[in-house]
């Protein structure tokens, strides 16, 4: 199994000032340690789980680009992209600089997008949810397109590109990961064109379990096997010591040896990777018990 970090919260002491040097040393501290990716979300307001709208936000492709210039082998991603917030062809574009200056690092994340409210404030288009997933399913077709060097015009519902040009290509195509796990439309989506899913733990391995035999059903439609898509998983698991702590998100964080028994109920369902969402990923100490997980995660 292997681990990634997500970091969806930035309203640290000092902010904004801090949020830089801070940044860096998380993204620098979880490369040392041996995650495989790096994630941040891609909203315009903080998200109701974990704080106010007026909490710090950053946009994501930018925070990757500067995380890609502190570290040299982590990869990168957003997690996940909603489909209103970019052009298909401009998102294309910004995902494909990340991964050339990045030298092959980039994920392309992806998703139906579901928080209205940053919409509104931000006077971004929040169309009904058909029109957003067809609007998801004309980007990942426009973006293969573009990955693939193909060139002739797109003619969608929702999306025309008279010349759908990439240049550069990427250094590595931008493995594409869709986020959500609505049974009838987003993992059907995964099974045609996604490299990776990627759902929440909160509802237990057994959900998860039912959600990956939906997907693999998908893949049998499509005469895909669904061992070439790897299967994800958010997971908020906060590391100390002896566990048993409280995290000023209030929840209650792991010992090596309990996350490694979640993670490998987990892996039991189908897991192949585990993105962490640490309450105490600005703890330089946290980092030692990461690397101790990363170790012991690969194993399972």
Not at 74 to 100: C, F, N, Q, S, W
Not at 154 to 181: D, K, M, N, T
Not at 192 to 217: E, H, T, W
Request: charge should be negative; include cysteine.
């Amino acid at each position: 199994m292997k681990l990634g970090l997500q970091v969806s919260y930035w309203s640290w002491p000092d902010a904004p000032a801090s949020i830089g040097p801070t940044f860096t040393r998380i993204a620098r501290d979880a490369e040392a340690v041996g995650l495989s990716s790096l994630w941040v979300m891609d909203h315009f307001l903080q998200i109701p789980d974990i704080g106010p709208p007026e909490s710090e936000m950053l946009e994501a492709y930018t925070t990757l680009g500067f995380a890609a210039g502190v570290t040299s082998r982590i990869e990168l991603g957003a997690m996940v992209t909603g489909v209103t917030y970019r052009h298909p062809g401009l998102l294309a574009k910004t995902v494909t600089t990340l991964d050339v200056l990045s030298g092959g690092r980039a994920w392309l994340g992806i998703g139906a997008a579901w928080f209205e409210e940053e919409h509104r404030a931000l006077g971004v288009p929040y169309p009904p949810v058909a029109e957003r997933f067809e609007r998801l399913e004309e980007t990942l077709q426009i973006v293969g397109q573009m990955w693939d060097g193909n060139e002739e015009p797109y003619a969608g519902a929702h999306h025309h590109l008279e010349r759908p040009l990439s240049s550069p290509q990427p250094v590595r195509r931008p493995p594409v990961l869709i986020g959500g796990g609505g049974e009838r439309k987003t993992l059907r989506l995964v099974a045609q064109y996604a490299d990776a899913c990627n759902l929440f733990d909160y509802s237990g391995p057994g959900v998860l379990k039912g959600k990956f035999d939906v997907l693999a059903r998908h893949c049998a439609d499509l005469g895909r096997d669904p061992k070439d898509i790897e299967h994800s998983v958010l997971s908020r698991i906060s590391l100390t010591r002896d566990g048993g702590d409280t995290m000023p998100s209030g929840e209650t964080s792991l010992s090596v040896a309990q996350a490694v028994d979640k993670l490998g109920a987990l892996a039991e369902v189908g897991t192949d990777t585990v993105m962490l969402g640490m309450a105490n990923d600005t703890d330089p100490a946290a980092y030692a018990l990461v690397g101790e997980l990363v170790e012991q995660a690969a194993g399972l």
